[in-house]
């Protein structure tokens, strides 16, 4: 079915909208997804704060082109969708990695804070650790030298109370 120019035009400019306010756009490959796959990834996208959107790669090429992003999506080969992540940026190219691992979709690449990324960084930003888990580590490292301290501080009045017990048990 032939698409109007006005819906053109109304796609352009959602597409355009959509880039503004992105912090991350994941460019990802389709072909062969299920109906059920389909509505289940964008229900947890979704729930990630982010939206997809599937449309031709012109018309895509046309916003990116009017938002100065270096992208072109027309490089792409096959079907496309792009996964616009308006709250973080981490956790959007970490919900696409899930149904990326499960191989119903394929990175191709993406943008993040101004940067093209090609498929390969994308996977790379996605096995990241989430920043939780950073914080608890460092706490872990910060605390571990303390730790030891009060072990070998400990370790010497266990020592003298091990003697004193000795003493007493040998009287």
Do not use: C, H, W
Request: overall charge neutral.
């Amino acid at each position: 079915m032939a698409v109007t120019k006005e819906k053109k035009k109304e796609i352009v400019n959602s597409l355009r909208e959509d880039l503004s306010n992105q912090k991350a756009v994941v460019v990802v490959g389709f072909k062969g997804l299920t109906g059920e796959d389909a509505s289940s990834m964008r229900r947890e996208i979704r729930q990630a704060g982010a939206k997809i959107f599937i449309t031709r790669k012109t018309l895509a090429k046309i916003a990116f082109d009017e938002k100065g992003i270096d992208l072109d999506p027309l490089s792409f080969e096959g079907e496309v969708g792009f996964v616009f992540g308006f709250n973080d940026s981490i956790e959007t190219v970490k919900t696409v990695y899930q149904f990326i691992k499960e191989e119903k979709i394929s990175a191709l690449g993406g943008v993040m804070e101004g940067k093209v990324l090609s498929a390969d960084e994308v996977l790379e930003i996605a096995k990241l650790p989430s920043r939780e888990e950073l914080l608890s580590k460092l706490l872990g490292t910060m605390s571990a030298p303390m730790g030891g301290f009060l072990q070998v501080l400990q370790g010497n009045i266990k020592g003298l109370l091990y003697i004193l017990a000795n003493a007493k048990q040998d009287k």
